[in-house]
């Protein structure tokens, strides 16, 4: 089959697909050098995380979201992803703290029921700011089948200094009050509130109570700070009154 009449014809094909190929060669798009590798790889990462950022939002977990969203706007900032992220971040952001900052209030305080001295006690107790000092003084509320309601401060032996009556310098949400007190006969290293449906009440308006106490030992001064603000009534139980035998 090699005939004399097919070799020119197969010279000229040959030759066409030459020059296709080179054509083919000129027109085909330069490879992408490596900033245009890189900026390839972060917009799919960003494309990546903004995906997340969605699937978080839409499951409502607002902690993981500010996460993700603070990591887009950060690591991708000139991204449509981060353009997308900055119209909803601020809005989740001031909830998520709002929302943290609720359950940390209400975490400070420990809500019991439980049998004392012969009948049945209900305490809400708070915990004095590290701040107050190394000894921290608790803050209780407390309700009793036979002694009824009380406020008291508890700290540790030997107490406080109060003789007979004293006041306590105070104050709530920066409003100086003063609140009176006594030591009970007892002992305990305690002071109790003169009027404690009064103090209740203050309370629960309160965002933030200090009170100035002076330590027995050593009659060292000492601010006691109380962050109140996620008190729940609903959590201090109800004990009503002992049934007289």
Same mark, same amino acid.
């Given at each position: 089959?090699?005939?004399?009449?097919?070799?020119?014809?197969?010279?000229?094909?040959?030759?066409?697909?030459?020059?296709?190929?080179?054509?083919?060669?000129?027109?085909?798009?330069?490879?992408?050098?490596?900033?245009?590798?890189?900026?390839?790889?972060?917009?799919?990462?960003?494309?990546?995380?903004?995906?997340?950022?969605?699937?978080?939002?839409?499951?409502?977990?607002?902690?993981?979201?500010?996460?993700?969203?603070?990591?887009?706007?950060?690591?991708?900032?000139?991204?449509?992803?981060?353009?997308?992220?900055?119209?909803?971040?601020?809005?989740?952001?001031?909830?998520?703290?709002?929302?943290?900052?609720?359950?940390?209030?209400?975490?400070?305080?420990?809500?019991?029921?439980?049998?004392?001295?012969?009948?049945?006690?209900?305490?809400?107790?708070?915990?004095?700011?590290?701040?107050?000092?190394?000894?921290?003084?608790?803050?209780?509320?407390?309700?009793?089948?036979?002694?009824?309601?009380?406020?008291?401060?508890?700290?540790?032996?030997?107490?406080?200094?109060?003789? =007979?009556?004293?006041?306590?310098?105070?104050?709530?949400?920066?409003?100086?009050?003063?609140?009176?007190?006594?030591?009970?006969?007892?002992?305990?290293?305690?002071?109790?509130?003169?009027?404690?449906?009064?103090?209740?009440?203050?309370?629960?308006?309160?965002?933030?109570?200090?009170?100035?106490?002076?330590?027995?030992?050593?009659?060292?001064?000492?601010?006691?700070?109380?962050?109140?603000?996620?008190?729940?009534?609903?959590?201090?139980?109800?004990? =009503?009154?002992?049934?007289?035998?």
């Amino acid at each position: 089959m090699n005939s004399p009449f097919l070799r020119p014809l197969a010279g000229a094909l040959l030759g066409a697909i030459v020059v296709l190929a080179g054509c083919s060669q000129q027109g085909a798009a330069p490879a992408p050098n490596a900033a245009q590798q890189q900026a390839a790889s972060q917009n799919a990462d960003a494309a990546r995380n903004l995906d997340t950022y969605r699937q978080l939002l839409r499951i409502h977990n607002d902690e993981m979201a500010v996460v993700m969203g603070k990591d887009i706007v950060n690591r991708f900032p000139d991204s449509d992803a981060a353009k997308e992220v900055q119209k909803t971040l601020p809005e989740i952001e001031k909830r998520y703290t709002e929302v943290s900052e609720k359950n940390r209030l209400a975490g400070l305080w420990l809500y019991q029921v439980s049998p004392m001295a012969g009948g049945t006690q209900s305490t809400a107790t708070i915990q004095s700011n590290p701040p107050s000092g190394n000894d921290r003084v608790q803050l209780v509320l407390r309700r009793h089948t036979s002694w009824g309601q009380s406020v008291f401060l508890y700290g540790s032996k030997p107490g406080f200094v109060c003789r =007979g009556n004293c006041t306590i310098a105070s104050t709530v949400d920066g409003k100086p009050v003063k609140i009176k007190a006594f030591a009970p006969s007892t002992g305990e290293p305690a002071l109790m509130i003169r009027d404690d449906k009064a103090f209740i009440a203050l309370l629960q308006k309160a965002k933030k109570i200090s009170m100035d106490v002076t330590l027995a030992n050593g009659e060292k001064k000492q601010a006691l700070v109380y962050e109140v603000g996620g008190f729940d009534p609903a959590k201090w139980a109800s004990v =009503g009154k002992q049934k007289k035998k």
